[in-house]
């Protein structure tokens, strides 16, 4: 069992930085790898960032590279996602995702969930 819970949405502007967390609790968070994926209205989920389970290895979609920042503190069961530079297509609901077997960033290949924060950019 691991429950993971997202916070940091907002509003911002375009240009502007946001930095989301997700907090884990359970006591096998440490085995597993952890992702950050995103839905906009009308589209389907799609993968933004992922680190690895030590936290040595990262991984970006091509729309986010550059601007976007994945960590995890283990001890603190957190993982974070930076976002600078944000964009108007950048707005959607950003979801923390758990992943123990992992191949490639799926979303349908995801262990566990959070309930999702809304990220809203402006002009």
């Known amino acids: 069992q691991v429950q993971l819970v997202e916070s940091g949405g907002g509003l911002v502007q375009a240009g502007g930085s946001l930095r989301l967390s997700c907090a884990a609790s359970?006591?096998?968070?440490?085995?597993?790898?952890m992702g950050w994926f995103r839905q906009a209205p009308g589209k389907e989920r799609e993968f933004v960032a992922g680190i690895s389970w030590s936290g040595g290895s990262t991984s970006y979609a091509d729309s986010v590279k550059g601007r976007f920042t994945i960590s995890r503190d283990n001890a603190k069961n957190t993982v974070w996602l930076q976002m600078n530079s944000l964009k108007l297509e950048d707005t959607a609901v950003y979801y923390c995702?758990?992943?123990?077997?992992?191949?490639?960033?799926?979303?349908?290949?995801?262990?566990?969930w959070g309930q999702g924060t809304q990220v809203t950019v402006s002009s």
């Open positions: 359970g006591r096998t968070f440490l085995i597993y790898n």
């Open positions: 995702a758990a992943d123990f077997r992992l191949r490639t960033w799926n979303v349908h290949e995801c262990d566990y």
